[in-house]
């Protein structure tokens, strides 16, 4: 693992790091088990994602921890989510403040049970002024109930004339995210083999390198996470520039 994190070049690591967590339930139905155990065994993973993110210098980790979707599922299933989401909260608050880890969280937070509300706006107060890492978990959110929000924002900052139609361009919307107080991410990794974006940050990933790996979110390791920041250290980030341009900046 040591040579893994050896191999990263510090200067080059990914500012934000977003995750799609997907697969807990597929891990746990392979092995026999209920599908909340596979929830469980995910937040082992969470923990190493974080301490990943510490020790190669990502200072921004925003996690998919629950969509606007995932209220579909099954009453029983999403109850036990709501009350492992609160546990979790709870039990991971001390290490957070010990390693001066940042908790934020976007979505449609109004939506979730009053404890996780109250669990979660406890630990936000409580981490407010750490430094190390921003710990991002988005939950009860979709990037259309965003977008549509951050559209509906500007609408009535238009009505009242505090903007007019000209004044908005990206900067302005970009302003009226549920992000806007973080750099979109360089990389966006998911697990599980599914090859799809599910409705997350669609707006900041224009130009985020995407890594997807087969593995279930209960198997994504340290060593994995280090895989993945080699992997978009070997890209080469054009933004619609040429090849020969960016070299050409490299060599300043």
Not at 7 to 13: A, E, F, G, P, T
Not at 14 to 28: F, L, Q, S, T
Not at 183 to 208: K, V
Not at 238 to 247: C, D
Request: proline content about 3%; glycine content about 4%; aromatic content about 8%.
């Amino acid at each position: 693992m040591s040579e893994l994190l050896n191999q990263i070049q510090k200067d080059r690591v990914p500012i934000h790091v977003a995750i799609i967590m997907d697969g807990n339930g597929r891990w746990a139905k392979k092995r026999g088990l209920d599908r909340i155990e596979g929830h469980k065994a995910g937040v082992e993973s969470v923990r190493n994602a974080v301490k990943a993110s510490v020790e190669c210098g990502v200072q921004y980790l925003t996690l998919y921890a629950f969509s606007i979707e995932n209220w579909k599922r099954p009453k029983n299933e999403v109850d036990a989510l709501m009350e492992l989401l609160v546990l979790a909260i709870e039990q991971e608050a001390p290490e957070l403040m010990k390693n001066n880890i940042r908790l934020n969280a976007i979505g449609n937070i109004s939506s979730l049970p009053e404890k996780c509300q109250t669990s979660l706006l406890q630990s936000l107060r409580t981490t407010k002024n750490n430094t190390q890492l921003v710990l991002t978990l988005a939950l009860s959110y979709s990037s259309k109930w965003e977008i549509v929000n951050a559209c509906k924002s500007i609408a009535q900052k238009v009505k009242e004339g505090r903007l007019t139609i000209e004044d908005i361009n990206e900067e302005i919307f970009q302003q009226h995210l549920a992000t806007s107080q973080m750099p979109d991410p360089e990389l966006i990794i998911r697990t599980s083999g599914e090859l799809r974006m599910s409705n997350f940050l669609l707006w900041q990933a224009a130009y985020a390198e995407l890594y997807f790996t087969p593995l279930y979110w209960p198997d994504f390791t340290k060593e994995e996470f280090y895989k993945a920041i080699i992997d978009f250290q070997k890209r080469e980030r054009r933004f619609g520039k040429t090849s020969e341009q960016i070299q050409k900046e490299i060599n300043k």
